[in-house]
C-alpha cells in the first residue's frame, strides 16, 4: 500500500537530522545480550562478559584524549549509599557498587547490575569517540569548549546510571533471579541502558553544535579564543557549570516533545487518538518484524517507541 511508502519515507526524511551533527550520527547501535541455551547465565558469566567490556573501553581511552580534570574522579551515589570512582564520562569499574548491591541484593543481582552499567558506559564511550573524533581530533582536550563537552556528556551518562540503577532495583525487586530464572527475564535487566542511549544520543548532539559554534565564534575573533584558552577551568565555580548542564538539560527536554510531535506529524493541538492512529501505522510499516534483516529499522522503531514515550508524557 502507498501509505506504507509514504510513512517510510516521512520518517526517513523527518528523523534523519535530529541526532545528526555535520554528518556524524549520535545514535548507538545496540547489541542486544541473549543467548537460547538454558542455564548458561551464571554469575561468572556475567563477570568474563563484563572484564571484556573493561578491556575494550581501556584501549579506547588509551588511545583518546580527555580533559585532565576527568582523569580521576568520584561521585556520590548518595541514594543509594556508596561513592563511586570514575574516569573520562562515565568508565568505571563499579566496584564499589557491586559491593554496595551485592549486600543489598545478592552477587549474582549485583553481578547483573554492573554488567548492565558496564555495557552502558562502553556503547557511550565508543560512540563519543567515534564522533569526537571526527569532529575534535586536533584541539585541545583542556581547551573550555571541549572540557564543556566532556563534563555535560559526563553528567549525561552518570544520571542516565542512576536511572539505570532505579529500574534495576524495581525489576528485582519481586523476582528470585538466579541461573535457573528465564533467561529473558535476565536479559532484560542487562539490556536497561538500550531504553536511555536516545536520551543520551539528543544530549550528545546539542552539545556538539553548542561546542562547534562556539569554537567557530572563537576562531574567527581571535581574541575571544586567547582569553578563554587561557581560563583555568578548575578556577570555574562547579555552580556554574551545573547551571550550564541543567540548562542544557532543559533545552534538550523542551525540545524533544516538539521533535515528538514533528516525528508523528502532529501539532500541540492534535488530540490523542489522533496520535494512537499515527503510532499505529508508523510502527506497523517500520516493524523490525516486517523489515527483518535491516538495522536501520531497529533503530526507526526504537525512535518511535522513543518519541511515543514522550507524547503520552505529555498529552495523557
Not at 556503547?123 to 569517540?129: G, L, N, Q, V
Not at 585541545?140 to 549525561?156: A, G, W
Request: aromatic share 16%.
Amino acid at each position: 500500500m502507498s501509505w506504507k511508502r509514504d510513512i517510510k519515507r516521512y520518517v526517513n526524511d523527518n528523523s534523519k537530522n535530529l541526532f545528526n551533527v555535520d554528518g556524524n550520527s549520535t545514535l548507538i547501535f545496540w547489541n542486544n545480550f541473549h543467548s537460547n541455551k538454558p542455564g548458561i547465565y551464571t554469575e561468572g558469566l556475567f563477570l568474563k562478559e563484563v572484564k571484556i567490556l573493561f578491556d575494550k573501553i581501556e584501549a579506547i581511552l588509551a588511545y583518546n584524549p580527555c580533559p585532565i580534570k576527568l582523569k580521576e574522579y568520584s561521585f556520590n551515589f548518595s541514594k543509594y549509599g556508596y561513592i563511586e570512582n570514575f574516569r573520562g564520562i562515565g568508565f568505571s569499574y563499579f566496584k564499589e557498587t557491586f559491593t554496595t548491591f551485592k549486600e543489598k541484593k545478592d552477587s549474582y543481582k549485583a553481578a547483573i547490575l554492573v554488567y548492565a552499567l558496564t555495557k552502558y558506559s562502553h556503547a557511550t564511550i565508543e560512540k563519543f569517540y567515534e564522533v569526537y573524533g571526527k569532529m575534535f581530533e586536533t584541539q585541545n582536550p583542556n581547551d573550555y569548549n571541549i572540557v564543556n563537552l566532556f563534563e555535560t556528556m559526563k553528567m549525561t551518562m552518570i544520571e542516565q546510571m542512576q536511572n539505570i540503577i532505579d529500574v534495576f532495583i524495581i525489576k528485582t525487586e519481586k523476582i528470585e533471579l538466579s541461573p535457573k530464572a528465564e533467561n529473558y527475564i535476565i536479559e532484560e535487566i542487562i539490556d536497561i541502558g538500550d531504553d536511555f542511549t536516545l536520551h543520551w544520543a539528543r544530549m550528545f548532539r546539542e552539545i556538539l553544535v553548542l561546542a562547534n559554534e562556539s569554537m567557530s565564534f572563537d576562531q574567527e575573533f581571535d581574541f575571544i579564543a586567547n582569553k578563554k584558552r587561557n581560563i583555568n577551568w578548575n578556577d570555574i565555580e562547579e555552580d556554574n557549570f551545573d547551571e550550564f548542564f541543567e540548562k542544557t538539560k532543559t533545552m534538550v527536554i523542551s525540545s524533544e516533545y516538539d521533535e515528538a510531535l514533528k516525528y508523528f506529524n502532529l501539532t500541540r493541538q492534535s488530540e490523542y487518538d489522533e496520535f494512537k492512529k499515527v503510532y499505529r501505522k508508523i510502527a506497523k510499516a517500520i516493524h523490525p518484524d516486517v523489515n527483518k534483516g535491516n538495522p536501520d529499522f531497529d533503530i526507526e522503531m526504537k525512535k518511535v517507541n522513543y518519541y511515543k514515550s514522550i507524547i503520552e508524557k505529555y498529552m495523557t
